[in-house]
Nanobody, 118 residues
Framework: QVQLVESGGGSVQPGGSLRLSCAAS????????MRWYRQAPGKERELVAT????????DYADSVKGRFTISRDNTKSTVYLQMNSLKPEDTGVYYC???????????WGQGTQVTVSS
């Protein structure tokens, strides 16, 4: 059974930090590129960060560069998103996503809510 389970969301004041986790099971985690997306109410889902398989390369949306860090621990089948200097516009539901070039299916987590407000 394939599962991606996000955790670590919550409410924080502007300038604060959160660390999101996504625990994977049911597939060969180390072979998959892992990504974080987010979606604010009424807006399209957007790609926030990517980390390659089995690790190494990372990419970030311009809006989060210098503030967010994606990492993975293949021994734990877990991907993380460290979010620092949070802004109100970072508010949304954050989703974990796994994909592998030329392979189907891809997988989505259920999402975790992040709220940044004073």
């Amino acid at each position: 059974q394939v599962q991606l389970v996000e955790s670590g969301g919550g409410s924080v004041q502007p300038g604060g930090s959160l660390r999101l986790s996504c625990a994977a099971s049911g597939f060969t985690f180390s072979s998959y590129t892992m990504r974080w997306y987010r979606q604010a109410p009424g807006k399209e889902r957007e790609l926030v960060a990517t980390i390659g398989s089995p690790g190494g390369r990372t990419d970030y949306a311009d809006s989060v560069k210098g503030r967010f860090t994606i990492s993975r621990d293949n021994t734990k089948s877990t991907v993380y998103l460290q979010m620092n200097s949070l802004k109100p516009e970072d508010t949304g539901v954050y989703y974990c996503y796994a994909d592998r070039a030329g392979w189907l299916p891809t997988y989505w987590g259920q999402g975790t809510q992040v709220t940044v407000s004073s």
